[in-house]
């Protein structure tokens, strides 16, 4: 996925964790599994890989997006085999494109083998490509917002259920965790956590529903970018809290879209949202585990 545009998120105040106290902090996960991420201009985290034992290559950590991608020109530059044309759903649009093969992908330590890879514009993704969730089923994905590294591995290994406050039973569908608890401003709303997102999407269902029980919501107006490189009218509001457990968010903003995904993951007919960067880089810690279908939630310690 990608995102709207980083000017009309700040005229927004940040997102503020509500309602608990972070427990202790413990050494770090292991080396091993840990490489060090960078944050591109939409807030994301991209990290090195190698591909064909080739790189470094920035890819973005996309935990919305089903397939791992890699960039024509990159595809070009290393001479990958082709293969057939596929459909990509983006966040603003159904898109075909051409395939290519991989060998292997290698991040840190771990390596994953025999991919078949939509190619897409490296300028569109802001990478050379993107890790999705093909890559990192039976995984634990930590995202460590503090100390800016992402560490892939067996969720024991990575510390398990250890000081994180929030842990929220998920749901599996074409690859992606979908929380189904949620509530946002008082309405039940499925949550897809969306890392490759510098923002957060809602569905018009939702919109609905929080304008019948608000008719004053100010709103404004923008445009959602997709890696596939087409573009979406939204509108943007803000929530007042997104509640996971027994932990709120405060200052949500929502892009509403009648987005293509919502419809391919059947979650447009009632409410829902793919979580974005924004408002997950509240929290200290993200972890997102594929292989027991949880997500984990660690607080920044209070100033």
């Given amino acids: 996925m990608s995102g709207i545009s980083l000017a009309l998120a700040m005229l927004i105040a940040n997102p503020v964790i509500l309602g608990a106290t972070p427990g202790p902090i413990t050494g770090p996960e292991t080396p091993a599994d ?15 890989v190698a591909v064909h034992g080739l790189g470094p290559y920035r890819f973005l950590i ?30 603003a649009g159904v898109h075909d494109v051409a395939t290519a093969q991989i060998d292997s992908i290698d991040i840190g330590p771990r390596s994953f083998y025999d991919l078949t890879v939509p190619l897409l514009e490296r300028q ?29 591995g067996d969720p024991k290994e990575l510390g398990g259920r250890r000081d994180f406050e929030i842990i929220v039973q998920a749901k599996r569908r074409s690859g992606r965790l979908i929380l189904t608890d949620a509530m946002i401003d008082g309405v039940r709303t499925d949550v897809v956590i969306d890392t490759g997102a510098s923002g957060t999407v809602g569905n018009r269902a939702l919109q609905r529903t929080l304008a019948r029980k608000s008719r004053s919501q100010d709103r404004m107006t923008g445009t959602l970018a997709s890696v596939t490189g087409q573009e979406l009218p939204v509108d943007l509001a803000v929530a007042g ?18 987005a293509p995904a919502f419809r391919e993951l059947k979650l447009d007919k009632r409410p829902a949202i793919f979580l974005g960067m924004r408002e997950l880089r509240a929290f200290k810690r993200i972890a997102i585990d594929f292989s027991t279908r949880k997500v984990l939630f660690d607080l920044v310690e209070p100033q």
């Fill in 34 to 48: 840990t490489v060090q991420a960078e944050m591109d201009l939409h807030a994301r985290m991209t990290i090195d």
């Fill in 124 to 152: 569109n993704m802001g990478a050379d490509g993107i890790l999705g969730t093909d890559s990192l089923q039976h995984q634990r994905v930590l995202l460590d917002f503090a100390h800016n590294t992402i560490s892939i």
């Fill in 62 to 91: 996309d935990t919305g997006s089903q397939r791992t991608v890699v960039s024509t020109a990159l595809a070009g530059k290393l001479g990958l085999a082709m293969g057939p044309q596929v459909r990509v759903v983006g966040i």
């Fill in 241 to 258: 809290k997104l509640e996971l457990g027994h932990i709120g968010v405060a200052n949500v903003l929502i892009a509403y879209a009648d």
